[in-house]
């Protein structure tokens, strides 16, 4: 399989998606419609900055028809898993069509939770454990009665489409968290994760549990910064200053110690078309089902520097 005049690619399936993102609701419908007419399988929306994506994604799922439209991530804590049900069944009924909308979701970090909301993270393991019971329950049943050290909760969704529920993937860096997203939910949704980090942790973790559990293989989707560029150290230097916050965090220094590196910049992917070919070829041998790629601009020429990412991303999806 050939996706590029010299870069070869292994011969598995290969699911690429794309960063979804605008300053207005009218660019975030633009920008699917053309993502969906590129043939990229999916678009994953941050949920802590910018628009809420439970806002605006049946607008954007009325104006596809095909690309899997999903979260990357809806913060747990500041939600009840009751009301985030509620809201990911309505998405799922707006956006149409079985599997369209996915629910990533996860618990963020330390200094986001107690900093900005003032909620206690001490036990977040347990705390998306629960979540995930809670949420799972009334996905697949419509229906949960549980009482837990976190959550009680007693709840129906009379209004739930006939149908398999909404998928659920999981921001899940570390072992207890693995091993909660293989048992209670779809897969994983990692950023920063190299292919060291996913051979070596996520996948063997999460499909380990999955199978204990006795649930399907687990989807693992990667998330990573990716520019094509001719000169590698000028993209990591951009890399260096665009996604230094994530080295400062504990959750990403953990994901990048399984990967044997130490800086976000070490875990994008760059360099010129065939470079990054064979970096994406590496993830999907090391065990991820999807590319979440997430393209940076190198350069004086920004827009041109976009869109020479775009065309190899967009070359490498219709090479799947």
């Not at 939600?79 to 149409?96: D, Y």
């Not at 190198?298 to 020479?308: P, T």
Request: glycine share 12%; charged share 20%; hydrophobic share 50%.
């Amino acid at each position: 399989m050939t996706a590029t005049a010299g870069g070869s690619l292994p011969a598995v399936t290969m699911r690429i998606g794309i960063s979804g993102g605008g300053a207005t609701v009218d660019r975030l419908i633009e920008q699917a419609v053309e993502a969906e007419a590129d043939g990229f399988t999916s678009l994953w929306y941050a949920g802590a900055a910018g628009i809420d994506p439970f806002a605006v994604l049946g607008l954007v799922g009325r104006a596809t028809s095909t690309i899997e439209l999903g979260t990357s991530i809806v913060q747990t804590y500041p939600r009840h898993p009751v009301l985030m049900a509620q809201q990911a069944t309505a998405v799922a009924r707006a956006v149409g069509g079985e599997g369209r909308f996915t629910l990533g979701v996860g618990v963020s970090h330390r200094p986001v939770i107690e900093g900005m909301y003032g909620l206690d993270y001490g036990h977040n393991a347990r705390h998306l454990r629960e979540y995930l019971t809670v949420l799972g329950a009334l996905l697949a049943d419509g229906r949960v009665a549980f009482a837990g050290e976190d959550y009680t909760a007693n709840a129906e969704l009379r209004d739930r489409a006939d149908g398999p529920p909404v998928p659920v993937v999981v921001a899940a860096l570390a072992p207890r968290s693995l091993t909660s997203a293989g048992e209670l939910a779809d897969g994983t949704i990692t950023w920063m994760a190299n292919a060291a980090a996913v051979a070596g942790l996520i996948a063997p973790t999460i499909r380990q549990a999955a199978e204990a559990a006795g649930r399907p293989e687990p989807r693992v989707v990667c998330g990573l910064p990716v520019a094509v560029s001719d000169d590698a150290d000028a993209a990591r230097e951009v890399a260096a200053r665009q996604f230094a916050m994530y080295g400062m965090l504990p959750n990403y220094q953990r994901v990048l110690a399984a990967g044997g590196i130490e800086q976000p910049a070490a875990a994008a992917l760059v360099g010129d078309e065939d470079a990054v070919a064979a970096a994406v070829g590496d993830l999907f041998a090391a065990g991820v089902t999807d590319l979440w790629a997430a393209p940076f601009p190198v350069g004086d020429d920004r827009k041109a520097s976009r869109a020479r990412t775009r065309a190899l991303l967009k070359d490498l999806a219709a090479a799947r």
